[in-house]
């Protein structure tokens, strides 16, 4: 089991930068897969990116490619999105996932936070 709270969306403008922060409280942190999705008004939940456990290689949706970036600090037990070049599009709830011994890209058992509201306004 692994606790999830996401901290860092607000309302900003087109243009601008947020980092989003995901807090776990597992020991374990390290061992599980980290992800964002995010979720826009009348729209199904959408992947954004992903990081690996142990490798640090990240993933990302096509959409935010050169735009956002996924880090991790596993001795802290907190992920990161920094968001750049914010656009109207992308606002949306975001929300933190983990997984341990599956796709978190294909799974209905991982580990979620509340979200985060992201706002970009024109």
């Known amino acids: 089991q692994v606790q999830l709270v996401e901290s860092g969306g607000g309302l900003v403008q087109a243009g601008g930068s947020l980092r989003l922060s995901c807090a776990a409280s597992?020991?374990?942190?390290?061992?599980?897969?980290m992800g964002w999705f995010r979720q826009a008004p009348g729209k199904d939940r959408e992947f954004v990116g992903c990081i690996n456990r142990s490798s640090g290689s990240t993933y990302y949706e096509d959409s935010v490619k050169g735009r956002f970036t996924i880090s991790r600090d596993n001795a802290k037990n907190t992920v990161y999105l920094q968001v750049n070049n914010l656009k109207p599009e992308d606002t949306a709830v975001y929300y933190c996932a983990a997984a341990f011994g599956w796709s978190i890209r294909d799974s209905d058992n991982n580990y979620w936070g509340q979200g985060t509201q992201v706002t970009v306004s024109s």
């Open positions: 597992g020991r374990t942190f390290s061992t599980y897969d």
